[in-house]
């Protein structure tokens, strides 16, 4: 079946510093979304990228869908201690009937002021 | 955007007793689905449950040990039964709105610790 896969598992970095996380797919996506989880709290949508090569920035955030939709990065510049939580990708397979999709394993960020 | 709430938020349970967790929506919403995220793991999918018929269970997940209602189009319960504590987890409930795009809200999640 699908898979998602997401690296690294875990980044620390100081305040000020970039991050980005990594997301592949196994199949061919329609569509990838990024979801940021706070410590204790649930999943919450950042953004969605469709198109093949399609890059989207929200302030400091930038994502990176691959041109074979089967690739996506979150890259942060200068890191902030709010940006502390996990970052999940989802990806929805190309021939996903239903809204299906499948979480890759999640980076986490921590941030050192 | 939808506001989603869940009951119970957390709960301890001891083996062999079963939990309903409820999950409520502001709106009127088709695709609901339910997922587990155990502690430090990711978003794993139970089922997809849409008003009108039965749910639509992921390998691995069987309707005999989660049972789910989709009554209406705000309100679904997710049931976990026969529990062990292998089935400690968090249990979040998620929505997609009708017409819009895909993405997902998520409920506030129910933690629940098996005995």
């Known amino acids: 079946g699908q898979q998602v896969m997401q690296i690294p598992q875990y980044q620390h970095v100081q305040e000020g510093e970039d991050f980005t996380t990594y997301c592949n797919s196994s199949?061919?996506?329609?569509?990838i979304q990024w979801y940021k989880q706070r410590p204790g709290g649930h999943p919450v949508f950042l953004i969605q990228l469709v198109k093949s090569g399609e890059v989207k920035k929200q302030k400091r955030l930038t994502f990176q869908f691959g041109e074979a939709k089967k690739n996506s990065s979150l890259h942060i510049t200068a890191t902030q201690t709010t940006d502390v939580g996990t970052y999940f990708c989802a990806g929805a397979d190309l021939y996903n009937q239903g809204g299906k999709l499948i979480f890759g394993q999640g980076t986490e960020l921590s941030v050192k002021p | 955007s939808a506001v989603i709430s869940q009951k119970p938020s957390r709960d301890i349970c001891q083996r062999g007793t079963s939990l309903t967790i409820q999950c409520q929506v502001d709106s009127q919403v088709t695709m609901m689905f339910w997922y587990r995220q155990q502690p430090g793991q990711s978003l794993t999918l139970i089922a997809t449950a849409n008003q009108g018929s039965e749910a639509t269970y992921e390998s691995g997940f069987v309707i005999d040990k989660f049972p789910i209602s989709r009554p209406n189009l705000t309100f679904s319960t997710l049931t976990v039964s026969n529990m062990s504590p292998e089935d400690s987890s968090i249990y979040l409930c998620?929505?997609?709105?009708?017409?819009?795009?895909?993405?997902?809200?998520f409920g506030p999640g129910t933690r629940l610790t098996v005995l």
């Open positions: 199949t061919t996506l329609s569509n």
């Open positions: 998620s929505v997609e709105l009708t017409g819009g795009p895909n993405e997902q809200f």
